[in-house]
Nanobody, 117 residues
Framework: HVQLVESGGGSVQVGGSLKLSCAGPGYIFDSCEMGWYRQGKGKEREMVSFLSSDGTADYEDSVKGRFTISLDKFKNTLYLQMNALIVEDTAVYYC????????????YGQGTQVTVS
């Protein structure tokens, strides 16, 4: 069982910044596509950002230019730097490891709350 542990969430004012972290076993960063989802209250889960296996980053339109996804393989940690936060960014953010290995397994963290007010 793969455990992904998010941290870095919290409450911040509009225009502020937060940096989310997702720690996991080292091998997943080579065998999975890593990224972040979020789910606001009463809303459907949406993709925020993903890193493809070739290192290409993809972003949901509303976060482009404000969020940056990155990976530190030495620390076995995925990051999401969030700047210029707006109220609409309020959600639970989930780390994801998808399409892992031959079985194409998917793993998700427990989520971390981000509140912008």
């Amino acid at each position: 069982h793969v455990q992904l542990v998010e941290s870095g969430g919290g409450s911040v004012q509009v225009g502020g910044s937060l940096k989310l972290s997702c720690a996991g076993p080292g091998y997943i960063f080579d065998s999975c596509e890593m990224g972040w989802y979020r789910q606001g209250k009463g809303k459907e889960r949406e993709m925020v950002s993903f890193l493809s296996s070739d290192g290409t980053a993809d972003y949901e339109d509303s976060v482009k230019g404000r969020f940056t996804i990155s990976l530190d393989k030495f620390k076995n940690t995925l990051y999401l730097q969030m700047n210029a936060l707006i109220v609409e960014d309020t959600a639970v953010y989930y780390c994801a490891a998808e399409g892992c290995g031959l079985e194409q397994d998917n793993y998700y963290g427990q989520g971390t709350q981000v509140t912008v007010s």
